[in-house]
Structures are given as C-alpha cells and as structure tokens.
C-alpha cells in the first residue's frame, strides 16, 4: 500500500493542543454502538490535550475502549508509564477496567508481551472498529517503541512486541500488522528536534523506522507545530 502522509502544520503548539483535543472529543462523543476503540500514544505532546479533554463531561458510548501504543516496562504507576500519564482522562471518562486495554507491566516482560497481544486480538477477533490511533515520532526517527530494523523484523506476524529501548528500560510495542487496522493514524508532532525525522519520514527514507512502521496503514497524516515544520532542509 502507498499510503500518503499528509502534515498539516500549525502555527502554535497551542493551536495543535487544541485541535488535538476537538480530534478526540469527536471521537469520544461519536463511538456509536458498535465496538470501537481508540488508541493513545505516550510521550509529553498528547499529554495536554489529554488534561483538557478531563476537564470536560462526557457520556462515553458503553462500545469505547482504549489501547496504547506503546509501554515502557516500569510500574503502572510510575511517572514513566504511559498509561499512568493518561489516568487523568480514563477517570473522566469513566471506562471500566475491561475496556482499558493497558500493558501489564505487573508482569515478567515476556508475559506482559503474550497478554498484550491476546488483548489486541481480542480487539479485532471482536470486529472493533479502530477509527483513530495517535502516534509520536522520536527525534532518533522512531515510532510508538519501535527503533530499529530489528524491532520491525521481530515484529513481523505478531501485534505486541517486546523491545529493549536505547533509554536502558524494555518496552512492549504495537507492530505495524497492528498498525495496519487503524483507519486513521495520527502523528502528533512538536518541537524543533523533531525536524530532521519529521523529514525523513515525509520523505519515506529507509532509515525512518516511523515510515516503514505505518507504510500499510490506510490512512497517516502528520499534525505538527512550526517548530517542527518544515523540515530543517527546507
């Protein structure tokens, strides 16, 4: 598949929050009936977003559940985990435990991997649409924990993966087959030091592991602040 990747720059970061926010209040608001389940990315740019979108009232359809992209394998409630940073919207939302499908890192890594794919299969053995997935893009060019040509190859036929991230902490990660049945994948991208993989990735260079991670997915727009577009060549 030749999958596009569109950005759409803004002006502010604060511009991007907030289109980030009415993005996923949408979502939130028009899960419909049917199993549908978003996934959040990590890191510090979605984060605001996520605190504005917990300061809001909303009924969430009884079908929402929510996945992540990635986890570092630390404690749940460790500054570090990804899911801990977004606790502050799952409380707004009210979602029961079951529809929060997190990695267990209360588990040996290796379990935490097999229980987080069981999880995701689930998902899809259950027909969930899956509209919308956020994703960050790493200054080193990476994608969710995905960072090498290794991870990619590991990844290939499954949809966990567990990975030894540069930072020294091991991670559980999506892979692109499970990429792949997102409708719409997301890059939420901020910061000056993301311009050079920002290019890359738009660019579609081999050394971008963010580009050939999503190169199946339908639908890849990239939402980027001016300080990380245009690329630093331009």
Same mark, same amino acid.
């Given at each position: 598949?030749?999958? +596009?990747?569109?950005? !759409? @720059?803004? %002006?502010?970061? &604060?511009?991007?929050?907030?289109? *980030?926010?009415?993005?996923?209040?949408? =979502? $939130?608001?028009?899960?419909?009936?049917?199993?549908?389940?978003?996934?959040?990315?990590?890191?510090?740019? /979605?984060?605001?977003?996520?605190? &504005?979108? +917990?300061?809001?009232?909303?009924? #969430?359809?009884?079908? *929402?559940? $929510?996945?992540?992209?990635?986890?570092?394998?630390? @404690? @749940?409630?460790?500054?570090?985990?990804?899911?801990?940073?977004?606790?502050?919207?799952?409380?707004?939302?009210?979602? /029961?435990?079951?529809? $929060?499908? !997190?990695? !267990?890192t =209360? *588990?040996p890594?290796?379990?935490?991997?097999?229980?987080?794919?069981?999880?995701?299969?689930?998902?899809?053995?259950?027909?969930?649409?899956?509209?919308?997935?956020?994703?960050?893009?790493?200054?080193?060019?990476?994608? &969710?924990?995905?960072?090498? %040509?290794?991870?990619?190859?590991?990844?290939?036929?499954?949809?966990?993966?567990?990975?030894?991230? @540069?930072?020294?902490?091991?991670?559980?990660?999506?892979?692109?087959?499970? *990429?792949?049945?997102? =409708?719409?994948v997301?890059?939420?991208?901020?910061?000056?030091?993301?311009?050079? &993989?920002?290019s890359?990735?738009?660019?579609?260079? #081999?050394?971008?592991?963010?580009?050939?991670?999503?190169?199946s997915?339908?639908?890849?727009?990239?939402?980027?602040?001016?300080?990380?577009?245009? /690329?630093?060549?331009?």
């Open positions: 598949m030749n999958t +596009a990747f569109r950005v !759409r @720059p803004f %002006e502010s970061r &604060a511009a991007l929050n907030d289109a *980030l926010t009415e993005r996923l209040a949408r =979502e $939130i608001d028009h899960a419909g009936q049917s199993p549908v389940a978003l996934m959040l990315s990590g890191g510090h740019t /979605p984060l605001q977003a996520y605190r &504005a979108l +917990a300061t809001r009232t909303f009924t #969430p359809a009884s079908s *929402l559940a $929510i996945f992540y992209s990635d986890e570092r394998h630390v @404690p @749940p409630t460790s500054d570090a985990s990804n899911f801990h940073a977004t606790r502050v919207l799952l409380e707004a939302l009210g979602l /029961p435990a079951e529809r $929060i499908h !997190r990695v !267990r =209360e *588990l890594l290796d379990r935490a991997v097999e229980d987080y794919e069981r999880q995701l299969r689930e998902l899809l053995r259950a027909n969930t649409r899956l509209p919308l997935g956020l994703l960050g893009l790493g200054a080193d060019g990476h994608t &969710a924990s995905l960072f090498t %040509e290794a991870d990619l190859q590991r990844a290939q036929g499954k949809l966990a993966v567990g990975v030894q991230r @540069p930072d020294g902490r091991a991670g559980v990660s999506v892979t692109p087959d499970m *990429l792949a049945h997102i =409708e719409h997301l890059f939420v991208v901020a910061g000056v030091d993301k311009r050079a &993989a920002l890359a990735f738009v660019e579609r260079r #081999p050394d971008s592991v963010a580009a050939r991670a999503v190169a997915c339908p639908k890849v727009d990239v939402w980027a602040d001016r300080d990380a577009w245009p /690329p630093a060549s331009s």
